[in-house]
């Protein structure tokens, strides 16, 4: 019964994983930013949802939505007045990186000076945990999340294939010269791209909000984990990103059976070394690592 | 006042001592490790475990925290010869994390969160060396050896070698230069210098827990290498040096509130390495390009 426990648990966390490891996948693919400040853009959605509904007091839609447009907002100022300007006299990806890590660790302490440091979380009806049988207790944002994760994988799916925005941004990811001889900016699809990209971190950044609470330095945890799942997943296949999300939900909540809490971060990292060392192109990869 | 400079000073060299050993594999090598805090800590353990069981003597301190670092750095030296870029930050971004969890549970042999309590003062040849003062000569001899060794080590052969890889791995490979051992021999190097650090900061404080090996201690050395300029000699003291004042600074402000200082310090070091990237990505001392891993990420 605790194994079942632990893998409802682990599909819930995973489902979000997959979304956001996907934002992140989806934006390193196709502008090769390496966008360490995805997790800011996950905290910042997620306390502007908590201070809308719990302080504020308004209907929770108007929290969700007031929630994804900070996120989209923070990605595409980002991407603007930080990304632009450097890739403009030099690209290489460890000046983005630092960069890129500098905003992390502002957004981190802003969010600590703002809203405290101790840990928040808003209480919702859906976020009572109902007892399906004896011992199992599942919360319906587990479906919720389960249900959003697929509609927004769909969703993203449908983008990218159907569009001509999103088969320009797929182009954009190969050939960005291309993109430009055919007229379209590779400057505004990037914008395009950050802005989806920041969006799919906001259903995660909500739910969790709900489900298991956030503090400040959540927005690393979250950074590790996007980052883990697209290695293992595969540099540049957002399916991929999907189910290394899930796979490390899953790890991260089934290790509980044998290990202590205390070791479900080093869990993800053991299962990210193994595949660095034995399949580093990961589940899909095209791209191997050198 | 004094005893407050003694001891800034004293920080600052071990500091320094780490900057410059991240600066020699970042910088040189172009392996971009964010582990460094680690092998800090692995250094400071080691060295606590040793001179609170066996003797405080540094000449057996210190050369069994390096080994025992350098050991370990193989750990990250293996993934690293065979990847490069973003799958390197990651795996040892995994490293940092493992490394924490452990000092942290281990409690037989690193006292768990408490950390380890009453390290003997450092001894060389009988004499306790206690007195702050003295301390601060001590830390500068071993920054002095460290930054001489790491000098001479890039004007040789294999600095070339190093350089030769960070600017294009291809090439030098190309070239017939044996790249993995290259690599591996600069990850370790670094380490073992870095355990120097390690042993130093446990002496010093006299206590050690895994809150000075965390990630944080990690960014901050980055910061200090990379807001200093990497890849050049003087980069990684100056870095030390400006963001180890930086507190001092804030502190007499006296319009901040207090209980916020430690948030706008770190703001201010994500501000400047953001700023620097888009203005002067090769650092204060630097030429204004960067000149690490300049090797695109593809």
């Known amino acids: ?290 | 006042m004094l005893a407050y400079l003694l001891n800034l000073a004293t920080l600052m060299c071990i500091n320094a001592v780490l900057a410059i050993t991240l600066n020699f594999i970042m910088g040189y090598a172009g392996i971009f490790s964010i582990a460094h805090a680690i092998f800090f800590g692995v250094g400071a353990y080691s060295a606590a475990w040793v001179a609170m069981n066996a003797s405080a003597n540094i000449f057996l301190v210190i050369p069994v925290a390096m080994v025992v670092a350098g050991a370990l750095s193989l750990v990250l030296a293996l993934p690293a010869l065979r990847v490069r870029g973003e799958y390197f930050v990651a795996a040892s971004l995994g490293l940092q994390v493992l490394g924490v969890t452990v000092f942290s549970e281990w409690k037989s042999v690193t006292g768990g969160l408490g950390g380890m309590i009453g390290i003997p003062p450092a001894e060389i040849f009988g004499h306790a060396v206690a007195d702050p003062a003295q301390f601060l000569l001590l830390a500068l001899c071993c920054l002095v050896p460290v930054l001489l060794a790491t000098g001479v080590l890039l004007r040789s052969s294999f600095g070339r070698n190093l350089k030769a890889i960070r600017d294009s791995e291809t090439a030098a490979y190309a070239f017939g230069k044996n790249v993995a051992l290259i690599k591996t021999m600069s990850v370790v190097i670094s380490a073992m210098l870095a355990a120097v650090a390690g042993a130093l900061y446990a002496f010093y404080m006299g206590f050690i827990n895994v809150e000075s090996f965390m990630l944080d201690t990690s960014v901050l050395l980055m910061a200090m290498v990379i807001i200093g300029g990497t890849g050049t000699l003087l980069g990684p003291i100056v870095g030390t040096v400006l963001l180890m004042l930086l507190p001092g600074v804030f502190s007499y402000m006296s319009f901040l509130p207090q209980t916020e200082i430690g948030s706008i310090q770190q703001i201010a070091y994500g501000l400047a390495m953001v700023l620097l990237m888009i203005f002067r990505p090769g650092g204060i001392v630097g030429s204004g390009k960067p000149r690490a891993a300049k090797e695109k990420a593809a």
């Not at chain 1, 799919?200 to 927005?219: F, K, R, W």
């Open chain 1, 1 to 290: 019964m605790l194994l079942l426990q632990l893998l409802i648990n682990g599909i819930q966390v995973g489902a979000l994983y997959a979304l956001i490891a996907v934002g992140f996948s989806l934006i390193f693919g196709s502008t090769r930013i390496f966008h360490f400040a995805h997790g800011s853009a996950f905290t910042i959605a997620a306390y502007v949802f908590y201070d809308l509904l719990a302080i504020a007091q308004l209907h929770w839609t108007i929290a969700v939505l007031g929630a994804a447009a900070a996120a989209i907002l923070f990605g595409v100022a980002l991407n603007r007045f930080v990304y632009i300007p450097i890739q403009k006299h030099e690209g290489s990806f460890f000046t983005v990186f630092v960069a890129s890590f500098g905003v992390g660790i502002v957004v981190q302490n802003l969010c600590g000076m703002l809203f405290g440091r101790s840990f928040v979380a808003v209480s919702t009806p859906l976020s009572r945990s109902v007892e399906l049988m004896p011992g199992l207790y599942v919360s319906p944002l587990a479906g919720i999340a389960i249900a959003i994760a697929v509609l927004f994988f769909f969703a993203l799916q449908m983008f990218l294939m159907r569009t001509h925005t999103g088969m320009a941004m797929r182009a954009l990811s190969e050939n960005p010269e291309l993109v430009r001889a055919y007229g379209l900016s590779p400057r505004r699809l990037s914008m395009t791209v950050f802005a989806l990209g920041s969006l799919l971190a906001v259903p995660a950044a909500v739910l969790s909000a709900a489900g298991s609470g956030l503090n400040p330095a959540i927005g690393h945890h979250v950074m590790l984990i996007s980052l883990a799942a697209t290695i293992v997943g595969g540099v540049g296949s957002l399916r991929g990103a999907a189910c290394a999300g899930l796979l490390l939900g899953l790890a991260e909540n089934l290790a509980l059976a044998w290990f202590e809490p205390q070791w479900s971060e080093a869990i993800t990292f053991i299962v990210l070394f193994l595949f660095i060392l034995f399949r580093p192109s990961g589940f899909f990869g095209r791209a191997t690592a050198s």
